[in-house]
């Protein structure tokens, strides 16, 4: 079973910018599929990118060109850059298989207020 661990999240300002890091235990995650989701409270949890093994990318369009997703396999990392966050960035951000057939890690918070 692969485990998540999320980090980088933190509060900031309208306009300012955010990498967020997603590491994995296991080296299956390098021959997966990595998104990063997030979810708000009282809404569904919404896929905002993923990354193929090979880093072919896809994004969803609330973001609107704002964010670049990246992996790193021999680290087992997937990073998330998000820029000129707003507030209704504000969310719970998780990443997993784009199936999220993982457990879920903790995530990580971003509050983006002024």
């Known amino acids: 079973q692969v485990q998540l661990v999320e980090s980088g999240g933190g509060q900031v300002q309208p306009g300012m910018s955010l990498r967020l890091s997603c590491r994995a235990s296991e080296s299956l995650f390098t021959q997966s599929t990595i998104a990063w989701f997030r979810q708000s409270p009282g809404k569904a949890r919404e896929l905002l990118a993923s990354?193929?093994?090979?880093?072919?990318?896809s994004y969803a369009e609330s973001l609107q060109g704002r964010a670049t997703i990246s992996r790193d396999n021999v680290k087992h990392t997937v990073d998330l850059q998000m820029n000129d966050l707003k507030p209704e960035d504000t969310a719970l951000y998780s990443c997993n298989h784009p199936s999220g057939f993982w457990r879920w890690g903790q995530g990580t918070q971003v509050i983006v207020s002024s």
């Open positions: 990354i193929t093994r090979n880093g072919d990318t």
